[in-house]
């Protein structure tokens, strides 16, 4: 009975709590349910109660704004509701009330209690983590956000602390009886995490994961930003350009399906520039453009700073795509944008300068150019800019408004201003502007006050660049001097010149000196280039030019100089096409240089010295090494050959031929392969004079009749054919000619010297001496040839004279048939008229059995006779022919009358 009037008490009593509980009188709740405990501790309604107690509490603190002394009571309850009972379905939700509370107390500044929430959140996992009841898992939900919350507020000091808090939101984000928007919250939590952290890969996964398992979420589209993010960030981070580009588009798909979902302005802004910015990366200007245009399109629609910030990045961005594309008006609007809507002077300096050189370099609009580099001058807060500004302007005075004065101005303000910065950029403008400006020294006519100037400004150099562009400068100068005072009219004094010359060209090599080898950098190097460049073309230029043999050989060491630096890599790397172009130009001086001081040794010692054939082979291997190293230029083939020229010049006929042979190698083609076989073949010819040795002479003038075969077979209508015909044709003449040649041996050899006598003067160009040669060859050759054809075409006649009846007419007819070929072969020679009266006698032995023939017989011997009928013959021979064909025209004709034989139409002759 005393029980049930306990328990009847006690219920009275909660309800009592209950209504105060419900009329939000937290404290007095309180203590009317301390009393249900205190007075029925064991009782049916004691946990609840005990709880309550703890719930009451922490809401008395929170309504008297965290009250730290309600917060203690709170505490004290739901640590006696854990303690007492444990078994309650009450003790879970005290842990979360007991989580809460210590939460309240660090955030209202005893931040000491933080560990305290760390330390019930893992004791309520350990105690109801493996409760399979729904309620009970929604509240461990709670309390890892309470928990995430206190790791979080401490701060992640370790990669532990951090593991922590991620195990805490992944079993938020994984438990199912947990409301949606925590588990959401918590995944897309842990992207945050390690997005934060770089590790963007990891991220990526995470908001993956959240996209996998809260499709519906109101959080996708931010899920989807933080993705492409993450893909553009791997693509920044990658070095494999195939997965660069991979990761870029990824960046730019993602970002638009944001876009797709009609997200808040604030999602559209970022994901527009998103794709803005992977588009960049893809190199994709246009679609980039777009992007960033779709960005500023909400301007004046947000109120969100950092949106705002991206919009006005997007302007930038836009002014330099639009600048990239060459779309340089849009640039200048986008630059305008910038100047107005930014508070940071740099900025607008910077802006001030990108609209300048647009309207310099694409637009044209010089003086409002001028304007905004003075403005970029006045704002901008870096050197660079500001150096840049003044030159720029220089430049426009100079080469575009003819305005020497202020180019002036503007190149010594840049010198003077910023000629001792150590930015290299700046030392190269600084360098440029001190040679520019001793041009218009020059072309104001102020050569004086210009040297006067580079001659302080070295002396006043505290730099090496400073010291190396002023000496250059003063090279520049000189050379300028040297250039005006050059005449070629003839009597002109040139020492004024050659000594202004020199003086350039020794400035020249002092500029490209002054640092060693190892300490020219990019800022000196393209004056060390031009100074050993120019120098050696200036000494190259006298020596060869003037014949002076000072300058060839102070041009060797300069032009090796400028190779050497070449080859070790020591100009600058963007300019290594120049350089490239340079070394040809340099070894095709110093090999001809090689070549003149050769020509000129042998000169002064009238022999051939080991001097002089030194410089022959240094030449040779110059040009050989031009070869080598440029074996595609078209110039090659000259190289080759001039190789073999030198050779020859140092009279090493051997080396001669094995490099003139490599000129067919390289083009077949080329001018110079015809040229180059002409050329051995006159190495082996001089190689056979100059050997005692008959078997030595025989071997070298077979080379020589070989080399002109292929020179006449390969190249027929080159110049140099010519001589190789004629030399092709005086080797068959010559063996022709030997005693033991048989007559058909020479007809034969003396037949095949006339074609190639022939082909000589048929080939197109052929020199007037090589034409008289052929001329006289081929015309000696042909009386020869005919002096024997008739010798051999004779002695077919008197073998047909004494044939038997049945086989003279035939053998009498092949007879005719000979002396006509020499007669249409051999016209001119007098072994043609000979052989009409032999003509003549054969026609006269075929009469015998046919009148008819009479005619025939007649009509050769007239043709002799008609020949001579003006002008008697020279020869002897042909005289006395002459006179034996008159008198047989007179006995045939009388011959004919007596016999009644007709005369053919046309007939008659001299003899009538």
């Known amino acids: ?33 301390e009393n249900v405990v205190t007075g029925n501790p064991t009782g049916e309604y004691a946990d609840d109660a005990q709880y309550l107690v703890g719930l009451c509490y922490y809401k008395a603190a929170k309504a008297a704004s965290d009250d730290a002394a309600l917060l203690d009571k709170s505490v004290a309850a739901f640590e006696k509701s854990i303690g007492d009972y444990p078994d309650s379905p009450n003790a879970v939700e005290s842990y979360y009330g007991l989580a809460l509370a210590y939460r309240d107390m660090a955030l209202g500044g005893n931040t000491s209690v933080w560990p305290k929430v760390l330390e019930v959140a893992d004791t309520a996992y350990a105690q109801h983590g493996s409760s399979d009841n729904t309620v009970v898992q929604k509240t461990l939900g709670h309390i890892d956000l309470v928990k995430a919350t206190a790791i979080e507020k401490q701060g992640i000091n370790s990669e532990e602390e951090k593991a922590e808090l991620i195990a805490s939101l992944r079993r938020i984000a994984q438990n199912t009886g947990a409301p949606e928007n925590s588990r959401s919250r918590a995944q897309l939590k842990i992207g945050h995490l390690y997005y934060g952290d770089g590790e963007h890969e990891k991220a990526l996964a995470e908001y993956q994961v959240f996209l996998q398992m809260f499709p519906n979420s109101e959080l996708v589209s931010n899920a989807l930003y933080q993705a492409s993010v993450c893909y553009y960030q791997i693509g920044q981070n990658s070095t494999d350009e195939g997965a660069q580009q991979l990761a870029f588009q990824n960046a730019v798909n993602t970002a638009t399906q944001v876009t797709e979902r009609n997200p808040d302005v604030e999602a559209a802004i970022s994901a527009y520039y998103t794709i803005g910015l992977a588009k960049h990366a893809m190199n994709d200007s246009k679609g980039a453009i777009s992007a960033f245009l779709q960005t500023t399109s909400y301007e004046g629609q947000t109120e969100d700073k950092p949106r705002q910030d991206l919009i006005r990045q997007a302007h930038t961005r836009l002014a330099d795509l639009n600048t990239a594309v060459g779309d340089h008006a849009a640039a200048v609007r986008e630059y305008k944008y910038v100047i107005q809507y930014t508070d940071d002077d740099d900025q607008k300096g910077r802006s001030y300068f990108s609209i300048a050189y647009a309207q310099d370099e694409h637009l044209n609009q010089y003086d409002d150019s001028l304007l905004n580099y003075q403005n970029s001058i006045q704002l901008s807060k870096d050197s660079l800019i500001k150096a840049q500004a003044y030159y720029r302007m220089g430049l426009i005075y100079q080469e575009r408004l003819n305005d020497p004065e202020n180019a002036l101005k503007a190149y010594e303000t840049l010198i003077s201003q910023f000629g001792a910065e150590s930015n290299t950029s700046i030392q190269s403008m600084a360098a440029d502007g001190g040679i520019r400006r001793s041009d218009l020294y020059l072309k104001l006519g102020r050569v004086n006050d210009a040297i006067t100037q580079a001659v302080a400004a070295r002396e006043a150099a505290q730099t090496v660049p400073q010291t190396v562009s002023a000496q250059y400068n003063l090279g520049l100068l000189y050379f300028g001097e040297a250039r005006k005072l050059f005449s070629d009219k003839p009597g002109t004094d040139l020492k004024p010149y050659i000594d202004a010359s020199r003086r350039a060209a020794a400035s020249y090599v002092e500029a490209a000196n002054i640092a060693p080898a190892d300490k020219v950098n990019d800022t000196i190097s393209p004056f060390v280039q031009n100074a050993l460049f120019t120098a050696g073309q200036i000494y190259y230029s006298l020596g060869t030019g003037i014949k002076l043999p000072d300058d060839l050989n102070n041009a060797i060491p300069v032009l090796k100089q400028f190779v050497e630096y070449a080859d070790k890599g020591i100009f600058s790397v963007s300019s290594q096409a120049d350089v490239s172009e340079n070394v040809q130009t340099v070894l095709g001086y110093l090999a001809p240089t090689y070549y003149e001081l050769g020509r000129m040794q042998l000169g002064f010692d009238e022999r051939f010295s080991e001097k002089t054939v030194s410089f022959f082979e240094q030449s040779a291997s110059v040009f050989m090494d031009l070869t080598k190293r440029f074996p595609n230029a078209k110039e090659a083939p000259f190289w080759q050959y001039q190789a073999g020229e ?42 056979e004079k100059n050997t005692e040795d008959e078997a030595e002479k025989e071997k070298w003038l077979d080379k020589v009749f070989e080399t002109n075969e292929i020179l006449a077979k390969n190249y027929s209508t080159s110049p140099f054919a010519a001589e190789a015909f004629l030399n092709i044709g005086n080797t068959y003449y010559n063996q022709g000619v030997l005693d033991s040649a048989t007559e058909e041996d020479r007809i034969r050899l003396y037949t095949m010297a006339i074609e190639q006598y022939e082909k000589a003067l048929a080939v197109p160009g052929i020199n007037a001496e090589s ?42 007819e092949q007879a005719i048939a000979g002396f006509q070929d020499i007669i249409k072969i051999y016209p001119t020679t007098k072994y043609a008229d000979l052989s009409l009266v032999q003509i003549g006698e054969a026609y006269m032995l075929l009469a015998v059995e046919n009148d008819e023939y009479y005619n025939d017989a007649l009509d050769s011997f007239d043709a002799l006779w008609s020949k001579y009928a003006t002008v008697p013959p020279s020869d002897t021979q042909v005289n006395k022919a002459l006179r034996y064909a008159q008198t047989k025209i007179t006995e045939i004709t009388e011959y004919m009358k007596d016999r009644n034989i007709p005369r053919r139409t046309g007939g008659g002759g001299g003899g009538e």
């Open 1 to 33: 009975m005393d029980t049930l009037d306990t328990d009847n008490r006690s219920l009275a009593e909660i309800k009592l709590a209950d209504l105060l509980r419900s009329e939000e009188r937290y404290a007095e709740a309180a203590v009317e349910y």
């Open 646 to 687: 030198a050779y020859f010049a140092g009279q090493q006929h051997l080396k001669a031929i094995e490099e003139y042979k490599k000129v067919r190698r390289i083009n077949p083609q080329h001018a110079q392969a015809a040229e180059s076989l002409a050329a051995i073949s006159t190495c082996y010819a001089l190689l």
């Open 771 to 812: 034409k008289e040669s052929a001329d006289l060859f081929l015309n000696d050759t042909k009386r020869a040839l005919s002096a024997d054809v008739y010798i051999q075409a004779t002695s077919n006649f008197d073998r047909a004279r004494v044939a038997s009846e049945g086989e003279q007419r035939e053998a009498v």
